[in-house]
């Protein structure tokens, strides 16, 4: 096995380096790496086919080999991510705050880059891109551990960048990828506590609670997405259903997809045969509450556990609801704090929803999907927080930093 403690003592060598590293050189290195990407799309595509063909031997669904599939427009779009982050004012050294104090001391607090950051994450390759981007723009080191499914797409990623990396001068151990697919070692790394600084997982919930149960290093996480939309009796019906299909069908397979539709009684009836023939046109399993299959008859009886469910593919619960008030009960009960939608013309409702909906992103008249970091003007994420501490939503450059306190004086003393 690889010498773990070694690995991460080279990371936190050159984290030093980061911490200080001029703003134009880490913009001019994700301008080449964007360059290299596209340059290397073939070669990238060609070790990403390896992947998917192994995923389709071992029946993997649709939906996660869709996650899995890298082309050229993906390729791009990672470029373009890299781009974006380059563009993004640096974090480093930006002033919060500033206190003068009634002694004449200065007090100012400054964004400092957190260190060194294990980035363990199943399936997405474009996670790669996005996590090196985002680390290096915020000056930290990142370490990646991605999973056996997306080794040989990895691989070629991380080749690609860190050679970028390299002939750009940012310091040997900046980014570093585990090739090496034994789960002990994530355990290994998971205990360098004072080398390792946070650790950012990004997969099945299985491994994340894994993760958390291990790690003797502050974790940052979500651990599924149970994202809900919430048509209210005041709705738009057209942009209803144009918002719920999209949340639904756009991309099934990610964390961000709506799992269930909660739909006002006032307005099921009128509402839910033309949008439930619709999902099923697109190929998604409806699975819905007893007064649900009385309007659409022929469909699955939802169960208790349905409604706690991140199904990850073309299935959705559907619940008809009496009010707002049962909507919102309905998602803090079941919700993940993920990403949750109401669609209403009522501007009382839509405050009601906003303020008593405690997710990380909530949503009037729009689709979940878009909790993305691009999405929201970060360039991309390094993942997604349902927590409250440190971090919530996407967390892009901003949330990589932590901050320092600098203070100036002139001889003072304490009496």
Known sequence: MIDIKLLCQKARAASREMSILDPELKSRALRSMARALIKNSSYIIKENAKDVKSARKNNISGALIDRLTLDEKRIRAMADSLIEISKLKDPVGQILETRSRPNALSIKKVRVPIGVILVIYESRPNVTSDCIGLSLKSGNCVIMRGGSDAINSNRAIFAVLNNEALKNKLPEGAITMIRDADRNIVNALLEQEGLIDLVMPRGGESLIREVIRNSRIPVIKHYKGVCHTYVDESADLGMAMRICFNAKVQRPGVCNAMETML????????????????????????????ETVKIVPGMKRADEGDWYTE??????SVKVVDNIDEAIKHIMKYGSNHSDAIVTNDKKAAERF???VDSACVYVNASTRFTDGNQFGKGAEIGISTGKIHARGPVGIEELTSYKYVIYGKGQIRK
Request: net charge positive; proline share 3%; with cysteine.
């Open 263 to 290: 739909v006002n009684k006032k307005i099921a009836k009128k509402f839910l045969p033309d949008m439930i023939r619709r999902f099923e046109d697109a190929g998604v399993e409806i699975r819905g509450c007893g």
């Open 311 to 316: 199904y990850l593919d073309l299935i959705l």
């Open 354 to 356: 906003l303020n008593e």
